[in-house]
């Protein structure tokens, strides 16, 4: 016999049942942080709360952040960089333009062939 409704009595009262502002739900907004394992957390706010820079995830621990390209962590303080950015990193823009030219020259040698 479920006494839940016994509880809140709103038939002994006959008054009409007002909505508490209990069960409202408030407005909220869903943020999602990311963490270096790729795992997706979102999480919900309230719309005027500040949402925390770092949020740990719940599946691995790691700090998760909102930036997906460049999630929080001790294993890799520096920056997210692209592969360009390493290879920039490795070479002078001189040997690219080498590099470059060179293999735009074996693209005509083999198109030039066909
Ligand atoms: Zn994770």
Redo the contacts with the bound molecule.
């Keep these: 016999m479920p006494s839940g409704n016994v509880i809140r009595g709103s038939r002994i009262g006959g008054a009409p049942e007002r909505p508490t502002e209990r069960y409202e739900p408030a407005p909220r907004r869903a943020v999602t942080y990311w ?5 997706a ?1 979102e999480i919900r706010l309230a719309l005027d709360a500040e949402e925390p820079a770092v949020w740990d ?6 700090p ?1 952040g909102q930036d997906a390209q460049n999630p929080p962590g001790r294993t890799r303080p520096e920056p997210y960089k692209t592969h360009l950015a390493y290879v920039k990193e490795r070479r002078t823009p001189e040997e690219g333009e080498a590099l470059l030219a060179e293999a735009l020259a074996a693209l005509r040698r083999r198109r030039g062939r066909e």
Excluded: V
Excluded at 35 to 39: A, F, G, I, V
Excluded at 57 to 62: D, E, I, K, N, Q
């Design positions: 963490c270096r394992n790729d795992h957390t995830c719940p599946r691995c621990g790691l998760a």
